[in-house]
C-alpha cells in the first residue's frame, strides 16, 4: 500500500503544476491516525519545497495533536471531483490558476495524475507591441544628441506607419472577411460599418517604402521633408473615410444588440490580436494617425539643426499637413451635423427652427439632467440649443426634440455655482440628491418674447459642466457677432432701384392718394 501511494507521489511530483503531490511513506502513517484529515492547497513548484514542506510536517507532529495533519499539494489547474466546477469563458479559462488558499475536508484518496496538456501554438499576433527605439536597432553610431532624438522621431514616424498597415490589414483578415463569409451582417452594412478602409492601406505602405528607401548604411534617415511634401497630398482620402465614421459608429452600436454580432466581436476582442481592443478601436486608429502627423512634424523641427536642408523643406510640409488635418475636421463635423440634424423627430411644427436647419456644424452634444431629473441629450448646433429625448423608429435612433429649442444668439447662460441651496424652485430633489445642495448645474433661457421656458441642466461632472459651458459661451458670441455682421452688411448695401420710386413719395402724396381715391 505504502508502495502504491509513493509512486503515485513520485508521479504527481513529474508532473508539477497538473497533479496534487501527497507525500509517501509519512502520509500514509498519519492517514491511519486521522481519517478526515484538512488539505490546504499551496503554491508550491519545485521538488525543494515539498521536502521542505514534508519536514515541516515531522515538526507540526511535535507541536499539534495527533489528529490533525496539514498536507502540502503542488497548485493544480484541475480539481475534478473536489471543487465544484465554475462557469467561465473558454478563452478566459487558458492560463488562469489558483492564488488564493483553500481548506476543506474530504476522503484521504490519491487522485489519479491529470493528464499532461500539449502547448498551444503560441498565437501570431502579440498582445502588446514591444516598445523600440532607434538606439535599439543600431549597434554604434557616432551622431549628437539632439541628432539622436531626430532619429529617434523619424523611427517612430516610420514605426507608427509599419503598425498602422499591420492593424489595418488585420481588421480587414480577422474582422470584416469573416462575418461576411458567416453572414454575421450584410455586405451593406460592412460596407457602411467599414467605409473606404481598403483604400487607406496603399496610402501608408507607399509612405512607408519611401522612409525605407532614404535609410543610410547606418540606419540614418537624412533628409524627410520633399518625401513628407509630395505624400502629405494623398491624406486628402481621409475626408470620405472620416465623413463616413459617424453614421458608422451609430450603425455598428446598433448591430452590437443582435445576439451574434455582439458574440463574435466578443471572442474576437478576447483573443491575442486584439489586443484588448475592441472593433471601433481599430476603425478609429486612422483619424488618431492622421491628427499625429502635425506633431511628429514639429518634434523633427525641433530636432533639426539650423544647417539642415530639411530647414527649409519641413514648415512647408507641416503647413500643408496642418491644412489638410483642418479640412478634414471641418467636413467630419459637417458630416456629423447633417447626421444628427436628420435624426431629429419634431413633436410640433414651431420647433423646426430655421437656425437648426442653417447650422453647418456641432460644438457640442452629449447627456445631461433637466430639473426633473430625466436624461436628456443635448446638442449643441452652430445656431441652436437643442434638447431631446433618444428614441429608437424602425430600428433607428432619432432624438425626439423636448421642448423647445433656442436660438444661439438669444441665449441667457447663468453658471449656478456649486452648493448654491436646493430649497424649492427648479432644484428640489432632481439635483440636490436629498443633501439639500445643487453640484454641476447650469440654466440657460431666451432674451425677448420667446415663449420657450429657462432650462436648469446638469452635468455628469465638473469637468463636463465646464465644456458645455465654454462652448455655450463660445457659440453665443460669434451667433451674435455673425447676426451684427449680417445687419451691417445690410445696411451698407445700395438699395434697390426698384423702389427709388418709394422712397420719393412725401407725406403729402399719401393724402393726395387718399383724396383721390375718395372722390
Known amino acids: 500500500m505504502e508502495e502504491e501511494e509513493t509512486g503515485n507521489a513520485s508521479t504527481s511530483c513529474a508532473a508539477a503544476a497538473e497533479t496534487l503531490s ?24 519545485e521538488e525543494e519545497d515539498e521536502e521542505g514542506a514534508v519536514m515541516s510536517d515531522h515538526t507540526r507532529d511535535s507541536e499539534e495533536p495527533s489528529n490533525k495533519r496539514v498536507k502540502p499539494v503542488v497548485k493544480s489547474n484541475s480539481l475534478t471531483g473536489v471543487i465544484a466546477p465554475v462557469k467561465t469563458p473558454a478563452l478566459k479559462r487558458i492560463g488562469q490558476s489558483i492564488s488564493r488558499s483553500i481548506s476543506f475536508r474530504t476522503e484521504a484518496r490519491p487522485l489519479p495524475p491529470a493528464p499532461l496538456r500539449s502547448r498551444t501554438k503560441a498565437s501570431s499576433y502579440p498582445r502588446r507591441r514591444n516598445s523600440q527605439c532607434w538606439s535599439d536597432t543600431v549597434e554604434s553610431h557616432d551622431l549628437t544628441a539632439k541628432e539622436i532624438k531626430r532619429q529617434e522621431v523619424i523611427y517612430e514616424l516610420t514605426q507608427g506607419e509599419r503598425q498602422l498597415i499591420e492593424d489595418l490589414s488585420l481588421v480587414k483578415k480577422v474582422y470584416y472577411e469573416p462575418m461576411l463569409k458567416l453572414d454575421i ?59 463616413n465614421q459617424v ?60 544647417e539642415h536642408p530639411d530647414e527649409d523643406t519641413l514648415p512647408d510640409a507641416l503647413e500643408l499637413v496642418q491644412s489638410i488635418v483642418a479640412e478634414v475636421n471641418k467636413k467630419t463635423g459637417e458630416a456629423e451635423c447633417q447626421f444628427y440634424r436628420r435624426g431629429l423627430a419634431y413633436l410640433e411644427e414651431s420647433q423646426r427652427l430655421q437656425e437648426i436647419q442653417l447650422s453647418r456644424f456641432l460644438y457640442c452634444h452629449g447627456e445631461l439632467k433637466n430639473n426633473k431629473g430625466q436624461r436628456l441629450h443635448v446638442f449643441l448646433f452652430e445656431l441652436a440649443l437643442v434638447l431631446t429625448r433618444p428614441g429608437d423608429r424602425e430600428g433607428a435612433q432619432v432624438f425626439q426634440v423636448y421642448r423647445q429649442p433656442l436660438p444661439t444668439a438669444s441665449i441667457n447662460l447663468e453658471e449656478i455655482p456649486d452648493g448654491e441651496a436646493g430649497g424649492g424652485g427648479p432644484f428640489r430633489g432632481a439635483f440636490t440628491g436629498g443633501n439639500d445642495k445643487v453640484k454641476n448645474c447650469f440654466r440657460v433661457s431666451s432674451r425677448g418674447r420667446s415663449k420657450a421656458p429657462p432650462y436648469s441642466l446638469q452635468a455628469n461632472d465638473s469637468f463636463s459642466k465646464q465644456q458645455w459651458i465654454t462652448c455655450l459661451r463660445q457659440a453665443i458670441v460669434r451667433s451674435r457677432d455673425r447676426g451684427a455682421q449680417t445687419s451691417q452688411s445690410q445696411r451698407s448695401l445700395p438699395p434697390d432701384p426698384a423702389l427709388f420710386h418709394i422712397a420719393a413719395l412725401s407725406l403729402s402724396s399719401d393724402a393726395e392718394m387718399s383724396d383721390h381715391s375718395c372722390c
Open 22 to 45: 501527497i507525500p509517501g511513506d509519512h502520509a500514509a502513517k498519519k492517514r491511519k491516525q486521522d481519517p478526515e484529515p484538512v488539505v490546504r492547497i499551496m503554491e508550491q513548484d
Open 185 to 243: 451582417m450584410t455586405q451593406s452594412e460592412l460596407g457602411q460599418i467599414f467605409g473606404t478602409l481598403d483604400s487607406l492601406i496603399p496610402i501608408h505602405q507607399d509612405l512607408l517604402s519611401r522612409l525605407e528607401r532614404l535609410k543610410g548604411s547606418e540606419k540614418t534617415i537624412g533628409q524627410v521633408g520633399p518625401t513628407l511634401t509630395t505624400w502629405f497630398p494623398g491624406l486628402e482620402a481621409y475626408v470620405t473615410y472620416c465623413c
Open 247 to 306: 453614421g458608422a459608429k451609430a450603425l455598428l452600436d446598433q448591430k452590437k444588440h443582435e445576439k451574434r454580432v455582439e458574440h463574435f466581436l466578443r471572442l474576437c476582442q478576447e483573443s491575442s490580436f486584439s489586443r484588448k481592443l475592441d472593433l471601433w478601436n481599430f476603425l478609429d486608429l486612422p483619424r488618431s494617425r492622421l491628427v499625429k502627423y502635425p506633431l511628429l512634424l514639429k518634434e523633427i523641427l525641433k530636432c533639426t539643426p539650423p
